[in-house]
């Protein structure tokens, strides 16, 4: 069975909606990205009874639901909806794969639990730059890999020249990655709108030259 | 009585002991949990499964055979979604659930990880895994 969750899909449509000039004023966002991820069928819905939880979300092929607590103010709402994405984005595979079955609690601040692996708070940090830049809407402050996973659908052009062209946007946009699960300053250098336009610059420097 | 089968009388009277015997491994083993407990986290489901219930119900001594609701529910409280002797117990009863052995331990490693958290939101938590489980729509 299938995972129903288009997490890419679901960043993506959020981060264009809230990046739109003359888009939602701050008090509206809330809404916006709840009904933007009803609308990809992910089910929403406020919790009054929730605790040491600020929200979670549970995927699997009987449907996507993100509950969230009614307790939290618009901001922290939005906070929760961007982190579940996020961590859904980094839990599917290399090529877009995931399990039949994910499950994400947010926490209140101060009630996570006390024994955090290192590899549980990397991807934590990892999770908080994605997020910010789904609510900045702009996930192109991201390495692509963070949140564009199949790869290389296009039809790809034979040859030894786009081989190699593509041999090294792969390898560029690898350790693009790799820095960003490791170095919070790189995450915060390619946050930057300059860096942004850099990469969009070389990428297609790269695509003309080895015509790939 | 008067409602059910001579045969599926017949089968549960053969199957009832061993599936007590399964539901009792299923409660004590992991972390273990008190008949009392598991009767109160039934009842957060949604259960009408009093403690001597419970108690029939391990002993083989109860007449209705277990629904799959039931045994589901049961093996979520227990967080052992994943352990053999579940299976072997939906083999028994001649259930199926469409879950790999790798979603269902998902499904545990969720459960262990919330049994941290308050009561409250164990219950809402739980509730929602339960639905997803079982292939319920959200309410």
């Known amino acids: 069975m299938a995972m129903i969750l288009e997490p890419e899909r679901a960043a993506q449509l959020v981060a264009d909606r809230l990046a739109r000039p003359f888009g939602p004023a701050d008090f509206e966002k809330d809404w916006l990205v709840r009904r933007t991820l009803e609308e990809l069928g992910l089910h929403c819905e406020g919790e009054p009874n929730l605790q040491d939880l600020k929200g979670f979300m549970i995927a699997s092929p009987r449907g996507t639901e993100i509950v969230v607590s009614e307790r939290l103010g618009q901001d922290e709402r939005l906070g929760v909806y961007a982190h579940l994405l996020a961590h859904a984005l980094l839990e599917q595979g290399e090529d877009g794969e995931e399990g039949s079955f994910f499950s994400r609690l947010e926490y209140v601040e101060g009630r996570e639990p006390a024994e955090r692996k290192g590899a549980e708070r990397k991807v934590e940090m990892v999770a908080d730059a994605l997020a910010r830049a789904i609510l900045r809407g702009r996930l192109d402050g991201t390495p692509q890999y963070c949140y564009r996973h199949k790869r290389g659908s296009a039809a790809r052009a034979p040859g030894l020249r786009p081989r190699l062209g593509r041999f090294w946007l792969e390898l560029c946009h690898r350790v693009s990655l790799m820095l960003f699960w490791h170095s919070p300053k790189y995450q915060r250098l390619r946050a930057r709108r300059e860096m942004s336009y850099l990469v969009r610059r070389v990428e297609t420097l790269v695509r003309t030259a080895y015509a790939c | ?139």
């Open chain 2, 1 to 139: 009585m008067a409602d059910r089968d001579e045969v599926q009388v017949a089968r549960w009277g053969a199957i009832r002991e061993r599936v007590g015997t399964c539901l009792r491994e299923l409660r004590t083993s992991e972390d273990g949990t008190s008949q009392a407990r598991l009767s109160g986290d039934l009842e957060d489901l949604g259960y009408h499964v009093t403690q001597s219930m419970i108690s029939r119900y391990e002993q083989g001594q109860l007449e209705q055979p277990l629904t799959l609701e039931r045994l589901v529910g049961w093996a979520l409280c227990c967080a052992s979604l994943s352990a053999p002797v579940f299976r072997e117990l939906l083999e028994l009863a001649g259930y199926l659930l469409p879950w790999s052995i790798d979603d269902l331990s998902r499904f545990d490693r969720t459960l262990h990880q919330y049994r941290a958290l308050p009561l409250p939101d164990q219950i809402v938590l739980r509730r929602k895994l339960l639905w997803h489980v079982l292939g319920l729509e959200p309410r």
